[in-house]
């Protein structure tokens, strides 16, 4: 349905490290539905999405697993996760049995996103359409790149990994593969050598898009997402205002 869903514990929790008040905090191991579930109620209070909402009858249906971990980071601690492992009693959340706080670096490095980090993508089909990607990658470049993009809210829209020297772009709302890149070394560089685009991966825009625009865009989102750059390569304005959705909103400007 969604990407995951929203946690609300009662008590408030605050960071054990700077004693800030937590807030937003989500979590991937219930419905994924974008619901909003309320420590002390058996079934979603509310559901945070557009069209996709579901009536209240069939909310009420959704339960939570016995055990679930929920996670936030702190704003006043911006280079720390905070996980809390909480527990459903008679189906209904009543205990967060214990609260962790996590360096978002591993020795000195950002945890690497990969396939398992984001709940069900489909796998790219065999099908696709061969587009460009008009740029190579030094080795620091490539490294940065490795650590992929996993959103952290509903204004992030793509899901990134690299596995394999293959670079994979899903759309995170529903897990749909869109583009897959796979590099070889050429000396000190990597080299995009085959660059696919998966027409039904979000369509319609697709299939309005020309394969140019698509290559663009693509860019756009390594060197914006990947790359951390302060001025990707621009896209059409035009674009932009007609599928403003297809971009992550934090880079829409």
């Not at 995951?4 to 960071?15: A, R």
């Not at 670096?105 to 709940?119: D, F, I, L, Q, S």
Request: aromatic letters at 16%; one cysteine or more; a neutral charge.
């Amino acid at each position: 349905m969604g990407m995951f869903d929203w946690y609300i514990p009662v008590p408030d929790l605050i960071c054990q490290n700077c004693k800030f008040p937590l807030e937003d905090w989500q979590g991937t191991d219930g419905a994924c539905g974008l619901f909003v579930w309320k420590q002390g109620f058996i079934y979603p209070v509310e559901q945070r999405g557009d069209e996709c909402n579901i009536d209240e009858d069939k909310r009420k249906k959704f339960r939570l697993p016995d055990d679930f971990i929920i996670y936030t980071e702190c704003e006043n601690c911006e280079d720390y996760w905070i996980e809390a492992e909480c527990k459903t009693v008679n189906e209904v959340w009543t205990e967060i049995i214990e609260v962790r706080i996590e360096s978002k670096k591993v020795k000195g490095k950002m945890k690497k996103a990969t396939r398992n980090t984001w709940n069900d993508l489909e796998p790219f089909p065999d099908k696709s359409s061969r587009i460009r990607l008009k740029r190579r990658f030094t080795e620091e470049e490539f490294e940065k790149m490795s650590y992929g993009f996993v959103p952290e809210s509903m204004d992030d829209h793509w899901f990134a990994f690299l596995e394999n020297e293959t670079l994979y772009y899903h759309r995170s709302w529903t897990g749909n593969a869109v583009y897959k890149v796979k590099f070889v070394k050429e000396e000190k560089f990597y080299i995009p050598k085959d660059v696919r685009l998966n027409r039904k991966g979000f369509k319609p825009i697709a299939y309005f898009l020309p394969k140019y625009l698509h290559s663009k865009l693509l860019l756009f989102l390594v060197q914006a997402e990947l790359l951390e750059q302060d001025d990707p390569v621009p896209i059409p304005k035009f674009i932009k205002k007609v599928f403003r959705f297809i971009f992550v909103r934090k880079h829409d400007k």
